[in-house]
């Protein structure tokens, strides 16, 4: 039961992503198109620019459900690492408690903005109300509760991210 269910988190997470991708390129290439229909038509398009802030908090949100399973989301590893053995495994519980209970306050609130904005037009878009931009919301609420319970299914409250996920280039 437990495998089905780490499985099935990785096939959601490799959906995030893909989404995630895919808005990230969109906005890439509508971003310029309004631009160049600004300055180089003298017509601007009033889609584009819209269209990237509908995307944008796709794009956030579920790059934000990424980021927790990839363990790439920030964390002070401070007192983790000044503890050990039991004290560690629950501050570890207390911590994705604390994560569960927040992103169900999420969804739970987040549905009900996405209720109370359902009828509202977005003028560029009269086909999406503001209650499906809002969507995402909920859905990341929901999505990062789902992961959370996987992180307590397998504790793994304090692992590294996968050398590959970070980047290697120095900040300072």
């Not at 099935?8 to 991708?21: E, K, P, Q, R």
């Not at 819209?50 to 796709?58: E, N, W």
């Not at 990424?66 to 690492?81: F, K, T």
Request: charged residues 10%.
């Amino acid at each position: 039961m437990k495998a089905q269910y780490i499985r099935a988190m990785d096939a959601i997470h490799a959906a995030c992503l893909s989404v995630a991708g895919a808005c990230l390129v969109i906005i890439t290439i509508i971003v310029p198109y309004g631009v160049f229909t600004r300055y180089a038509l003298n017509s601007a398009a009033s889609w584009p620019e819209p269209l990237a802030v509908l995307l944008m908090i796709v794009l956030s949100f579920l790059s934000a459900v990424v980021c927790y399973r990839e363990h790439l989301h920030i964390g002070v590893g401070v007192l983790p690492a000044l503890l050990a053995g039991p004290a560690k495994t629950a501050l570890g519980w207390f911590l994705e408690l604390c994560m569960l209970v927040t992103n169900l306050f999420v969804l739970v609130w987040g549905i009900k903005l996405v209720a109370a904005t359902w009828y509202q037009a977005i003028a560029e878009f009269p086909i999406v109300s503001a209650g499906m931009a809002y969507l995402p919301i909920p859905l990341g609420g929901a999505l990062t509760a789902l992961f959370v319970v996987e992180r307590l299914l397998t504790q793994e409250f304090f692992a590294e991210p996968e050398p590959e996920t970070v980047s290697q280039i120095s900040t300072e």
